[in-house]
């Protein structure tokens, strides 16, 4: 989050969105250009894209969903031209195709109830999902960025629970694996 901050604040593109390759008000560049295609290592817009739709997906950020969305509308001329050059971004714009699932898993680590929520996550491919679990280390950085998680019951004698939500709409919270696995199968044709 703090890294994706302090790119926004040196090299984001407030009028056209996208990032630069380099800080604006650097005295040794002569032009401000943008990295536009994907080698060996990713473009840097197009890990923003992605960071950003994941970061908003976590903190319940719109802001930064739209900066997503700015910046993978900035390449859109490439991507129409070119797409083989920016298969990274392509990746990434499925996080903006529809909302994403946040899995919210309260537990301790050491506890295996919360060990068993945890790898039901994981038994399945779920793309354009966010997983967090909230423990006792966890939850304070948490709360002060999600509103939501807030008002999760906070006792040391609650037990292991799963809340999978969209938009932090959320299910029933469960801590049973069958029912969270029965959370996580998508209905057909989603």
């Known amino acids: 989050m703090e890294l994706q901050?302090?790119?926004n604040e040196l090299f984001w593109d407030?009028?056209?969105?996208?990032?630069?390759a380099s800080a604006a008000g650097d005295?040794?560049?002569l032009l401000l250009l943008k990295a536009d295609s994907d080698g060996a290592e990713p473009s840097p817009n197009s890990v923003a894209v992605r960071n950003l739709?994941?970061?908003?997906?976590?903190l319940h950020r719109a802001e930064w969903r739209e900066l997503a969305v700015r910046t993978a509308r900035a390449f859109g001329p490439k991507l129409?031209?070119?797409?083989f050059d920016l298969p990274q971004m392509i990746s990434a714009?499925?996080?903006l195709e529809r909302p994403p699932q946040q899995i919210l898993i309260q537990g301790e680590a050491d506890d295996p109830r919360t060990a068993r929520l945890v790898a039901e996550v994981w038994r399945r491919h779920l793309p354009r999902h966010v997983l967090l679990r909230i423990d006792r280390s966890s939850r304070p950085a948490l709360e002060q960025r999600v509103e939501f998680i807030r008002a999760l019951p906070d006792g040391v004698d609650t037990p292991p629970t799963a809340y999978v939500c969209e938009n932090f709409a959320c299910r029933m919270p469960t801590g049973d694996?069958?029912?969270l696995?029965?959370?996580?199968?998508?209905a057909p044709g989603k």
């Open 177 to 179: 694996p069958a029912e």
């Open 93 to 95: 714009l499925g996080w």
């Open 27 to 29: 005295p040794g560049v």
């Open 181 to 186: 696995a029965k959370q996580l199968t998508p």
């Open 80 to 83: 129409e031209q070119s797409p």
């Open 14 to 20: 407030a009028k056209a969105g996208g990032y630069f």
């Open 5 to 7: 901050e302090r790119q």
């Open 53 to 58: 739709a994941r970061l908003a997906a976590m």
